[in-house]
């Protein structure tokens, strides 16, 4: 089992018609230069779209992963408010540097 600090990649697909297949996941994932060494796609709590994580073979930076993200169709909001954060990690508390790539648990208000 992989500890959830491990994963990398935290795509969020707001509707089923969102979703990668896996294969296309890897394809695009290969074409930028990265492997992916494991991977896993849950519903959202929402039920309505989708929760992929990935792990790959050697670690991103931070707005790489930001860039990976939108690459594979994360949600465009998420991900702008990733970058911003991604932005200003060595600023940040430890608790906002842990925690600047999460996947909610509940849907926006």
């Known amino acids: 089992m992989i500890r959830p600090d491990a994963w990398h990649l935290r795509v969020d697909w707001d509707t089923d018609g969102d ?3 896996i294969k296309r996941v890897r394809g695009l994932l290969e074409r930028a ?3 992916v060494k494991r991977w896993q796609c849950k519903r959202s ?3 309505k779209g989708w929760h992929l994580r990935v792990e790959l073979r050697k670690e ?3 707005m790489e992963v930001v860039a990976l993200q939108l690459l594979l169709g994360s949600d465009p909001l998420r991900e702008a408010s ?3 954060r991604a932005k200003g990690l060595r600023r940040a508390p430890a ?3 842990a925690r600047w790539n999460v996947l909610y ?3 926006r208000s």
Do not use: D, I, T, V
Request: charged share 30%; aromatic share 10%.
């Open 19 to 21: 979703r990668l297949s």
């Open 82 to 84: 990733n970058m911003r």
């Open 33 to 35: 230069g990265h492997n």
């Open 105 to 107: 648990q509940r849907g």
């Open 45 to 47: 709590p929402s039920r």
């Open 60 to 62: 991103p930076r931070p």
């Open 95 to 97: 608790f906002w540097r």
